[in-house]
C-alpha cells in the first residue's frame, strides 16, 4: 500500500516540473529569439500647417453689419463683417471738398500764368466730375473767374488803347504846329535880315526891327513848349505801353505765386484723402483666406472693437493638416526626423476608424515647457502618408483640436530586452553612485 502510494506522488511531480521546464523553456526561447516592434507612445492633436488665421481690425470702429455665422465656410476675399463708415465719410467729403476747389483753382491759375484762351482741369478733377456734381461746380465758378478776369484785363487793355491812340492824335497836332510855326520862322528871318540892313542904313526905323525880334523870340518859345509838350505825350503813352504790359506780368506773378502755395496743400490734401480711401476700403473686413469660421468675438451690430482686437478665427481649408505631438525629453533620442508613426484617432469611434500613417517631419530644436503644467517636451510635427484620409468612413471630417495618440516606431527589440533593460539602466546609475 505504502509503495502504490510512493509511485504515484512522483507521476504529477514529473509531469509539474516537465511542465514548467517547457513553459520557461518556451518562455525563454520566445523572450530572445522574437522581435517585438517598439513605439514611443506621444500624445498630440490635429493642427492646421501655419495654424489657425486670426482675422484683425488695425484702427477698430463700431460694427454696422456681421455677414457670417460661427462655422461658415467662407473663400478668400469674401465680406466678414462691415463697419460703420459715417466717421470716415464725413472726413471724406470734408477733405475732397478743400482738394477739388484746389484742383479747379490751378486749372485757373496755369491758365491765367500761360496767358491761354481757356482752362485744362487735371484730369482727375475731370474724372471726378463726371459723378460729382459739387466738382462740375467748382469747375464751372473757376471757368467764370477766369472769364471774368479776361474781360477786365481786356477792357482795361482797351481802354489804354484809347488813351494812347488819344494822345497819338494830341501828337500829330503839335507836330502840325510845330511845322506851322517852323514855316512862320523862315518867313520872319529875311524880313529881319532886311530890316536890320535898312536900319543900318539909316532907310527903316527901330522899331519895326525889334517887333520882328519879339516875333521871331515868341515863335521859337512857343517851339520850344511845343517840344516840350510832344515829349510829354510821348512819355504818357510810354507809361500806358508800360501799364499794359504791367497787367499781363502782374496776373502771371500772381498766378504763380498762388500756384507755389496751393500746391503744397494740395499734396498734403491727396495723401489725406488716399489715407481716407484705405480707411473705408478697411471698413470692409474680408476674410484673408479660404476657411471656416470659429471662436467669433463680434456677434452683434453696433458693436466697437478696438485696434488689432482679434474679432474672429479662420481655420484655412487650403493648408495640409499637420499632427502636432509630444516627445518626452527622455524618448527624444530614438526619434528622428523621417520615422514612421501610427496614428490613432481617439475622438472617432475605434471599430470602424482605421490606424493612419504618417511620418514625423520636423522636431523642435530645443524643449518646450507647458505653461498649464510646467512639463517639458520636445514638439513633432507628423503628417499623414498620401491617401491616408481617404481610408477614413466617407463623410468623417478632420478639424484642429482634434486629439491623436502617435506611436512612433522604433526598432524591433526581444522581449528579454524589453525586461532587462530597466534592470540594466537601474544597476547602471547605482553603481555610479558615490
Not at 466678414?80 to 470734408?94: H, K, R, V
Not at 481757356?118 to 456734381?133: G, H, Q
Request: net charge negative.
Amino acid at each position: 500500500m505504502s509503495g502504490s502510494n510512493k509511485w504515484s506522488a512522483w507521476r504529477p511531480v514529473l509531469f509539474g516540473s516537465l511542465a514548467i521546464l517547457v513553459l520557461f523553456g518556451g518562455f525563454g526561447t520566445w523572450a530572445v529569439m522574437s522581435n517585438i516592434a517598439g513605439a514611443i507612445v506621444a500624445s498630440g492633436r490635429i493642427e492646421v500647417d501655419r495654424n489657425r488665421q486670426v482675422v484683425q481690425h488695425d484702427t477698430g470702429g463700431t460694427v454696422e453689419e456681421i455677414l457670417v455665422r460661427e462655422g461658415d465656410l467662407v473663400k478668400a476675399g469674401d465680406l466678414l463683417i462691415q463697419l460703420d463708415p459715417e466717421q470716415a465719410g464725413s472726413e471724406l467729403t470734408l477733405v475732397e471738398g478743400q482738394l477739388f476747389e484746389l484742383m479747379a483753382r490751378r486749372g485757373r491759375l496755369q491758365a491765367q500764368r500761360d496767358e491761354a484762351d481757356e482752362i485744362k482741369f487735371p484730369p482727375a478733377l475731370l474724372d471726378v466730375a463726371k459723378t460729382n456734381e459739387d466738382a462740375q461746380e467748382l469747375m464751372n465758378g473757376q471757368r467764370n473767374l477766369f472769364e471774368a478776369r479776361r474781360n477786365s484785363v481786356f477792357q482795361e487793355r482797351e481802354q489804354l488803347a484809347k488813351q494812347a491812340s488819344q494822345i497819338e492824335d494830341q501828337i500829330s497836332g503839335i507836330r502840325a504846329q510845330e511845322t506851322s510855326l517852323a514855316a512862320q520862322l523862315e518867313l520872319i528871318e529875311p524880313q529881319l535880315v532886311n530890316q536890320q540892313k535898312l536900319l543900318d542904313s539909316g532907310l527903316a526905323q527901330a522899331a519895326s526891327v525889334l517887333r520882328l525880334q519879339q516875333e521871331k523870340a515868341s515863335l521859337t518859345g512857343e517851339v520850344g513848349r511845343l517840344v516840350a509838350s510832344r515829349a510829354q505825350a510821348e512819355g504818357r503813352i510810354t507809361e500806358i505801353e508800360i501799364m499794359g504790359l504791367k497787367l499781363g506780368t502782374s496776373g502771371r506773378e500772381e498766378a504763380i505765386t498762388q500756384l507755389r502755395e496751393i500746391r503744397y496743400r494740395e499734396l498734403s490734401l491727396i495723401e489725406q484723402r488716399r489715407a481716407l480711401l484705405a480707411t473705408i476700403d478697411r471698413l470692409d473686413i474680408r476674410a484673408p483666406v479660404s476657411g471656416i469660421v470659429y471662436s467669433m468675438q463680434v456677434t452683434t451690430p453696433r458693436s466697437v472693437i478696438r485696434s488689432a482686437e482679434p474679432l474672429m478665427f479662420l481655420v484655412p481649408q487650403d493648408r495640409p493638416l499637420v499632427i502636432a505631438a509630444r516627445v518626452m525629453p527622455t524618448n527624444i533620442d530614438e526619434v528622428s526626423v523621417g520615422q514612421e508613426v501610427k496614428l490613432r484617432l481617439s475622438s472617432l469611434d475605434q471599430r470602424t476608424t482605421p490606424e493612419l500613417t504618417g511620418q514625423v517631419m520636423l522636431i523642435s530644436a530645443d524643449a518646450l515647457t507647458d505653461e498649464g503644467t510646467g512639463l517639458s517636451y520636445f514638439r513633432a510635427e507628423i503628417t499623414l502618408s498620401p491617401g491616408e484620409i481617404e481610408r477614413l468612413e466617407e463623410g468623417t471630417i478632420l478639424l484642429p483640436g482634434m486629439p491623436v495618440d502617435a506611436f512612433i516606431k522604433t526598432g524591433d527589440r526581444s522581449p528579454l530586452t524589453y525586461l532587462l533593460k530597466p534592470m540594466a539602466d537601474y544597476f547602471a546609475r547605482s553603481w555610479r553612485e558615490s
